[in-house]
């Protein structure tokens, strides 16, 4: 099976702008995670969707990110407008059960870097 | 709140046996997850212990103690390809909280 795909793997941008991340999750997984690794800092929860509702969006840092699950398959995660503390590692997972016990399965990752 | 603690950097040599040990504090503990994360690419999932004890799988093996909060991943037979992070993770009710990881470093 394919696996979690992310796009870009990298983007440079300027501060002010606006930047999209796309997951695409493994067929069939209904659970959809987004995670943020910073620099030194542990790999830290965003959002969590069930098909196409945010079941968990405690982790989102405020409102300048903005996570879209149409259709229950592909997301997206828009930061508008960017801020030079968004750089780091965007990570997606998927899962068929809830993250919480059932394995994730990872994309390589977004490196997103804020000038 | 969420805790996860695991050391920074471990350096073991080829051939031997390393233990990366985690301790968690969090709520609404379901079992705790191992994945293993080679520079650059995604994490990979390694192992998921929910009942005390110790379970192997082939190299790595994987300990849980749930009421001291306490688990640890044992890899034997060292091969330069171990050297990657391992992250510790604590399954709650619907997600996984990660600690900073572990960066191992295998040495001839």
């Known amino acids: 099976e394919a696996g979690v795909t992310q796009f870009p793997s990298h983007s440079v941008i300027e501060k002010g702008q606006t930047v999209t991340l796309r997951c695409d999750p493994i067929s069939g997984h209904d659970n959809l995670y987004w995670y943020r690794r910073v620099m030194g800092k542990e790999i830290k929860f965003l959002l969590h969707?069930?098909?196409?509702?945010?079941?968990?969006e405690s982790g989102m840092p405020n409102n300048r990110f903005l996570a879209e699950r149409t259709g229950g398959t592909y997301s997206t995660l828009k930061v508008q407008p960017a801020e030079l503390e968004d750089s780091g590692v965007y990570f997606c997972?998927?899962?068929?059960?809830?993250?919480?016990?059932?394995?994730?399965?990872f994309g390589n990752g977004t490196r997103l870097t804020v000038t | 709140g969420q805790n996860i603690d695991q050391p920074t950097e471990m350096t073991a040599t080829e051939g031997a046996i390393v233990q990366i040990n985690c301790t968690y504090q969090t709520s609404g503990f379901n079992g705790l997850f191992w994945y293993q994360q080679h520079a650059g690419e995604a994490p990979t999932f390694l192992s998921y212990?929910?009942?005390?004890g110790l379970e192997e799988k082939g190299r790595f093996s994987s300990f849980l103690s749930r009421s001291k909060g306490y688990s640890y991943l044992l890899l034997k037979e060292l091969q330069m390809k171990d050297s990657a992070s391992y992250l510790c993770g604590a399954g709650g009710y619907q997600k996984v909280t990660f600690g900073t990881g572990t960066k191992l470093q295998v040495i001839p």
């Open positions: 997972a998927s899962s068929q059960g809830t993250g919480g016990h059932s394995p994730l399965h």
């Open positions: 969707f069930v098909k196409e509702s945010k079941q968990d």
């Open positions: 212990n929910v009942l005390d």
